[in-house]
């Protein structure tokens, strides 16, 4: 570790540390720009330096509303600089959904990408303390320009960094999203990163995720900066992109989702094998429960480099690389220090190795968080210095932790619990599924009974023998109480972007129906 990044880091120098060092090294690639560090840091105390002429201080809040391009990675190191902070908005949003999270979050500072323009305009309006509003990448009503605020601007150092804050939203699917909040700061070093991922010189790391997102902005963007390794970003998922972007500039480290692999091991196998992947030495993989047989594969073809993690928005769980995963297939390893998550009842209590319950993870060892503006749904997510998501798992009798699915996903059938994301993971292993939502539907007889919506590789496919097909399927391989009574055949299931599938959404539909 060289001498003085810790320190720099801390105060959100980081890049300044590695601008000083090499300025001419790449800092970020994309389609849209790029930036070497001397760049980089440049506009960043410029775009610092822009905002405190228009009046704000440490503490006050930014919004930022931009797809990966380098003025996204500017506006977040300059809120981390200057003790802002920063609560970015996902622009798939409607403009009344952005326009809640602008108000609630108290920004009074708004960057909008103008490829979004009609959805910054309805963002910015009842936001009543907003009052900078600056467009990125063209035009926006009401908005001045990104770039004329920063070209009268110094270009050095600032003299009085402090490290700034995070605010972001909860992706529930159902209610009003929810900011989360540490007033303590949760000042997590960044530079352990640097050791978990083992970056070395001329590393490079391919982001793979909308930066808006808590997973992407720390391991794709935050800890590589710390690093000070190069960060290629993509404008949306792409399988095929991806594995160009990998073998084009010998990617050594990614993020990815489930599904992400899932989607590049459906790549043609001569593609796949065409590929030259040896750079990669560390693949990282978390938000979902990743069924089996993917993840094997996926181990593969790519070598032990694939590791796993299980946290929230709201604070960290456990991680397992890929040895002590094949020695424990479907596991998302033991908690470190061993009491930092329990398996308990509703009210926290642990249960018995081999039973489910709610994952409890403790705060305390990240710093408290608070849903902002939510004190009692704040009070109900704690047990002690306990709180949980809503996640269900089980300890095996070796301590290592095994995830079922969430609370609300379950499916409750002649009083038998089934979890969704098991049946899933049979599904996806038949050659003609390529992806796959199970849920529980009304019935008279059981109260729910399975259903499973299905996506295929060729939708020409579809017809009741691929239906009979993939329910028997399934009875080979689970209890039969598990298995989806009838299968439906859509052309796309509703996904967030990230790709996780809204299964919630999904239920909901078949259930109003079953309704009217």
């Avoid at 109260?447 to 996506?455: L, P, R, S, T």
Wanted: glycine share 10%; aromatic share 8%.
């Amino acid at each position: 570790m060289p001498e003085g990044l810790e320190d720099a880091a801390q105060h959100g120098m980081a890049v300044a540390f590695h601008a000083a060092v090499d300025p001419d090294r790449p800092a970020i690639v994309s389609q849209h720009g790029n930036r070497s560090y001397g760049e980089l840091n440049a506009r960043v105390n410029q775009l610092v330096s822009a905002l405190r002429r228009r009046g704000l201080q440490a503490g006050d809040a930014v919004a930022l509303l931009c797809a990966n391009r380098p003025e996204f990675v500017e506006t977040y190191l300059a809120t981390q600089r200057a003790g802002l902070r920063l609560t970015p908005v996902n622009w798939h949003l409607t403009g009344p959904e952005a326009r809640y999270i602008v108000a609630d979050c108290g920004a009074t500072a708004f960057v909008a990408d103008a490829r979004f323009a009609d959805v910054a305009v309805d963002a910015a309006r009842g936001a009543h303390g907003l009052h900078t509003r600056l467009a990125v990448n063209g035009q926006i009503d009401g908005f001045d320009s990104y770039d004329a605020a920063l070209a009268p601007e110094a270009v050095h150092d600032i003299d009085d960094p402090s490290l700034g804050t995070t605010m972001l939203y909860t992706s529930g699917t159902t209610g009003r999203p929810k900011g989360v909040l540490r007033r303590d700061g949760m000042r997590v070093k960044l530079t352990t990163g640097i050791v978990m991922h083992g970056y070395r010189a001329g590393d490079v790391h391919l982001c793979t995720g909308p930066l808006y997102h808590a997973a992407p902005m720390l391991f794709s963007l935050s800890v590589p900066l710390v690093a000070g390794v190069t960060v290629v970003t993509m404008d949306g998922w792409d399988a095929q992109q991806a594995l160009d972007l990998i073998v084009q500039h010998r990617v050594s480290h990614t993020h990815m989702v489930p599904t992400m692999f899932h989607r590049l091991l459906a790549l043609p196998d001569d593609v796949r094998a065409r590929a030259d992947v040896t750079s990669l030495r560390s693949v990282w993989h978390g938000a979902a429960p990743c069924p089996v047989n993917v993840k094997r594969r996926i181990i593969e073809w790519l070598g032990p480099i694939v590791s796993e993690y299980y946290s929230a928005t709201e604070g960290l769980g456990t991680f397992v690389d890929a040895a002590t995963w094949l020695a424990h297939p479907g596991t998302v390893g033991r908690p470190f220090p061993p009491d930092q998550v329990v398996v308990g009842d509703a009210d926290g209590n642990p249960l018995p190795a081999g039973e489910v319950g709610f994952v409890w993870l403790k705060a305390a060892t990240v710093g408290r968080f608070e849903y902002h503006g939510d004190a009692d749904k704040t009070r109900r997510s704690y047990r002690g210095d306990y709180f949980t998501v809503g996640d269900l798992g089980r300890f095996d009798h070796d301590g290592f932790l095994f995830l079922t699915d969430r609370d609300a996903d379950v499916i409750i059938s002649g009083g038998v619990n089934i979890y969704p994301a098991e049946v899933d993971a049979i599904l996806l292993e038949h050659p003609a599924v390529a992806d796959v939502a199970t849920i529980g539907v009304p019935s008279e007889e059981w109260g729910e009974q399975v259903k499973a919506v299905v996506e295929l590789h060729d939708p020409d496919g579809a017809g009741s023998s691929l239906e009979a097909e993939l329910i028997a399927f399934c009875r080979d391989r689970l209890a039969h109480y598990k298995c989806p009574r009838d299968v439906d055949f859509v052309a796309e299931l509703p996904r967030s972007d990230t790709g996780k599938v809204y299964r919630r959404r999904l239920r909901d539909g078949y259930r109003s129906e079953a309704g009217g």
